[in-house]
């Protein structure tokens, strides 16, 4: 997927340009509406400061939450604070993010403005991407520039129908970004490539595991999943998390995995508790050692150990969802000495993408986000990325 990136273009091309970016800015709030995390605003600043140095008129937009019409709630008018704080200059805010408010506001720009327009999910057509909407979007504007990884798995308006009628369409700097380290990872990888794959389901990973399979040396499984792969042995895993639907799933992943000489590996040990809550009683026991009644909350001592020997020599690791119930101090052993092995191996020279979601929080925690190579800023985007799907909001641009 070789697009044309922002970078492309002449910045001597730029100056009084009308150029809609389309950002990220779906940011968690409180209950009085003060932003609790940034990272997804400061994510975009690269692009939106390379904008404005260039004398273009830069207009924004993005969705915030999953409103029905519009909702007082979720305007970005918290965004466009924070947002002016980070760049040291006023952002114009519009109340709307089509129609005459918006031409009157884009005709008051000077070079190097920026303006923030509404909620573009106040209207049930971005979601929808009609035509009729997307024109509206692209009206005032000359090109396009798609810099929010973690919508570009959706075809909406703002993400996939204004690239019709706004050329160039092309990747800001944080989409390029994305794009070279996961697709990179994958595609052309430095060997050892290992990947390790959390979280609670089988269901919600079964694509990257199996494309993964594909182009990995080592796999590794952690978290909730782990049960489902071993009742699929035969193995009694107490009152564990089990998907009783995918347990020949489970076996044909690991019979896929022997074929194509991956490693494959499953935790040795886990700790169980006795009730899922922060205060349960806790034990360390080997996976075929689980008592009735317990349920496996993270992975034990020996697996960690296990891990940190195969991924020893790894050039590229990729995780993606934590190994146990971080969430839990008692449950967060794994994660967190997951967390601390890879930014040993980036200090030695790996590089390390971590895969958006839980694993983000998850570094953030211990404190080691600064350590990787890559955080990627896109959930499902990521997922979608890693499983060898085609993003609609990246296929629309042009190709390079």
Same mark, same amino acid.
């Given at each position: ?28 709030? $409180? ?40 909702? @007082? ?26 129609? @005459?408010?918006? *031409? ?29 909407? =997307? ?6 504007? /000359? ?7 973690? *919508? ?8 996939? #129908? ?8 092309? *990747? #800001? ?13 994958? /595609? ?7 990947? +390790? ?8 990973? +079964? ?16 978290? &909730? ?19 009783? /639907?995918? %347990? ?26 006795? =009730?899922?809550?922060? $205060? ?68 030695? &020279? ?28 896109? &959930?499902?985007?990521?997922? @979608?990325? %890693? @499983? ?10 042009? $190709? *390079?």
């Amino acid at each position: 997927m070789a697009k044309k990136t922002l970078s492309s273009l002449n910045p001597a091309d730029l100056a009084g340009k009308k150029v809609f970016v389309r950002v990220d800015f779906n940011v968690p709030q $409180d209950e009085s509406g003060t932003i609790t995390d940034d990272t997804r605003i400061r994510a975009a600043l690269p692009t939106i400061n390379y904008l404005i140095s260039a004398g273009a008129k830069v207009i924004l937009a993005s969705h915030l939450g999953r409103p029905k019409g519009v909702t @007082e709630s979720l305007r970005l008018n918290p965004v466009a604070v924070r947002l002016s704080e980070l760049l040291g200059k006023p952002v114009i805010k519009c109340d709307d993010c089509i129609g @005459e408010t918006v *031409a009157q506001a884009v005709t008051g720009m000077a070079n190097g403005d920026v303006l923030l327009l509404e909620n573009v999910r106040f209207y049930a057509e971005e979601e929808k991407n009609n035509p009729e909407f =997307a024109q509206k979007l692209a009206e005032p504007a /000359d090109l396009y520039v798609n810099d929010a990884f973690g *919508a570009a798995h959706r075809a909406h308006a703002s993400t996939e #129908g204004v690239t019709k009628f706004l050329k160039p369409a092309v *990747a #800001g700097f944080l989409l390029d970004r994305e794009l070279q380290y996961l697709s990179g990872a994958v /595609d052309q990888p430095q060997r050892p490539l290992a990947a +390790i794959i959390g979280g609670s389901k089988v269901s919600s990973k +079964i694509g990257v595991i199996e494309n993964l399979l594909d182009k990995v040396d080592k796999l590794l499984i952690g978290g &909730g999943m782990i049960f489902t792969f071993f009742k699929a042995q035969g193995l009694s895993v107490g009152k564990s998390l089990v998907e009783e /639907d995918k %347990l020949e799933l489970a076996t044909a992943l690991t019979a896929k995995a022997k074929v194509k000489g991956v490693q494959f590996l499953l935790p040795t040990d886990v700790v169980v508790a006795d =009730a899922f809550k922060p $205060d349960a009683n806790s034990q360390t026991v080997s996976v075929d050692r689980i008592p009735d009644g317990w349920m496996g909350l993270d992975i034990g001592p020996d697996s960690i150990a296990t891990f940190q020997a195969a991924l020893a020599d790894c050039k590229t690791v990729i995780w993606n969802g934590p190994m146990g119930v971080f969430e839990f101090d008692q449950f967060a052993v794994g994660t967190e000495a997951i967390a601390r092995t890879l930014a040993d191996l980036t200090a030695k &020279g790996a590089v390390t993408i971590i895969g958006g979601g839980d694993s983000v929080a998850a570094v953030e925690k211990v404190g080691v986000s600064s350590q990787m190579s890559h955080i990627s800023t896109g &959930g499902g985007a990521s997922l @979608e990325l %890693l @499983e060898g799907k085609v993003l609609p909001g990246i296929a629309a641009l042009d $190709d *390079a």
